[in-house]
């Protein structure tokens, strides 16, 4: 970000959280942590946008366990600090900003906060604690082949024999499976009544006879979702969470947390920098684009919109503090913070024109030390720009949410 970009998105927090001095505190500790203890390789992987494995997430995970900073917004009881959503939402955006990895939600955010608000205290005991310490990686199994956006069309069934559900079906775009241990799953335990009545929620051992995790292979040539057939995988009935049959209530309790996470201000300040970055080095006429009038101004339209999200999301997360729980607004949220994250990659592919756009996969590589055709965070942004394109697609399309603006909001 320009010097006087960043005074200006930095004016506008220290506006905000200077009403608050603890929380103002707060947000410099964090700053001071991710730069005393974010591993500089890591962070360099991530910057460059590059493939990051396994371990370099459960090295940075387990940096921030060992603080107690991993799932922050918990409960203290099961290992949290009782973080208000405010106080997480500024732990996401510097820890983002500083350049951490994306921290995995699936256990931390989605599944657990079911488990210690619906599950039996053995589930508790058992998954809470690995969890935090990325002892255990979950998957998300919501989405099949013919039930994506209408969820309440899986048809994963789970069928009682004894003390055992015998499970067979496909889930898809299940992302990050090929790493995880375990799955959460909607799967269908009754065909009767309304759809929404016959899904159950089920935690299911990937290591499990019968189960087979295939890559998809994603647009920027990355492997990050799967497909994952179920076959008599026998799963015991004590990984059934809360009630059979009440799965889609506790499936909705967790969309909305999946829906809050996706207005990410820490990145699109980070991508915003990069793009600023390769505005000084791309010259016309022998001056850098950064100087030109029209790139001035689609910087501040870019500027404005990274300044309303952050708004937005202050506002947002305070409401929720004080106890009404974000409804249609959280899908304002998810329809600003991505499209306004797929522009600036946009912006970015623009600007690559100017050195030939190669897409050199190949160095995203860690270690690959062939020559660059342009920039070196060339690769990184058009990779960002290709997958950036599902961000408007998982969590609930933009469509789906405007669906839901439109009931909220007009009262169709
Ligand atoms: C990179 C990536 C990672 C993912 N990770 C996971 C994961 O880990 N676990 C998981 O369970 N799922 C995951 N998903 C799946 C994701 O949640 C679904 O892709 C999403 O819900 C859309 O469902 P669908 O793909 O079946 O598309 P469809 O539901 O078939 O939709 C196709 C198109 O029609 C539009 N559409 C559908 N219904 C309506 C309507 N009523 N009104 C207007 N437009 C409509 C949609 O917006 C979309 O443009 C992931 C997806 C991607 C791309």
Redesign the pocket.
Known sequence: MSHNSQNIVEAMAGAKLSADPALQAFRNEVRQFCRANLPQDIRRKVILNQHLDKQDYVRWQKILAAKGWMAGHWPEQYGGCNWSRVQRWVFEWEIYRAGAPWLMP?GVTYVCPVIYTFGSEAQRKKYLTPTLNTDIWW?????????????AKVKTRAVRAGDHYIVNGQ???????HWADMMFALVRTSTENKPQQGISFLLIDLHSPGITVRPIE?IDGGH??NEVFLENVQVPVENLVGDEGAGWTYAKFLLGNERLLAADVGKAIRLFSQLQGLLEVTHKRGKPLLADAVWQSRLADLEVRILSLQALGFELMAQAESGSEPGPEASVLKIVGTELMQDIAAHSIELLAHHGLAFQAEALAPGWDGELTGPSFAPGAISEYL?GR?ST????????Q??ILAKAVLEL
């Open positions: 699936f998957a998300q199994g919501y989405s099949e082949p013919d039930a994506g956006s209408d969820l889930k898809t775009w299940t992302t990050m499976a994603t990050h979702v997958h599902a697609i998982y969590g609930g399309s933009s469509e789906i405007r669906n």
